[in-house]
């Protein structure tokens, strides 16, 4: 997403929705945080979907869908990267006064 996460609290959960109860799977707290892989999450656990909740202050909230077969990682590319996204990109520093945010 291009987000300055650096300075933001953020973590990976898995629930039945965006906003039911919650299963926490990473997170800053971590000793060793982004260290679980995909294959280490799916398939996940019946009805659940994974999400990514980034800055707990706005609460923005990414739903992360597994989608046909893994590829071989690409030499020369940082991972983890953004695959395919839907809608328009967030700005998360907007221009004061801007409508989109």
């Given at each position: 997403m291009d987000f300055d996460g650096d300075d933001h609290l953020s973590?990976?959960?898995?629930?039945n929705a965006w906003d039911s109860r919650k299963t926490w799977l990473i997170d800053e707290y971590d000793d060793t945080p982004w260290e679980r892989t995909l294959e280490e999450i799916y398939p996940l656990p019946r009805?659940?979907?994974l999400y990514y909740l980034y800055d707990f202050g706005v609460s923005w909230i990414f739903e992360i869908?597994?989608?046909g077969r893994g590829k071989a990682p690409v030499e020369g590319e940082d991972y983890p990267c953004v695959v395919?996204?839907?809608?328009p990109q967030p700005l998360e520093y907007p221009m004061e006064g801007d409508d989109d945010f």
């Amino acid at each position: 997403m291009d987000f300055d996460g650096d300075d933001h609290l953020s973590g990976f959960y898995l629930a039945n929705a965006w906003d039911s109860r919650k299963t926490w799977l990473i997170d800053e707290y971590d000793d060793t945080p982004w260290e679980r892989t995909l294959e280490e999450i799916y398939p996940l656990p019946r009805l659940k979907k994974l999400y990514y909740l980034y800055d707990f202050g706005v609460s923005w909230i990414f739903e992360i869908r597994k989608k046909g077969r893994g590829k071989a990682p690409v030499e020369g590319e940082d991972y983890p990267c953004v695959v395919h996204a839907t809608g328009p990109q967030p700005l998360e520093y907007p221009m004061e006064g801007d409508d989109d945010f």
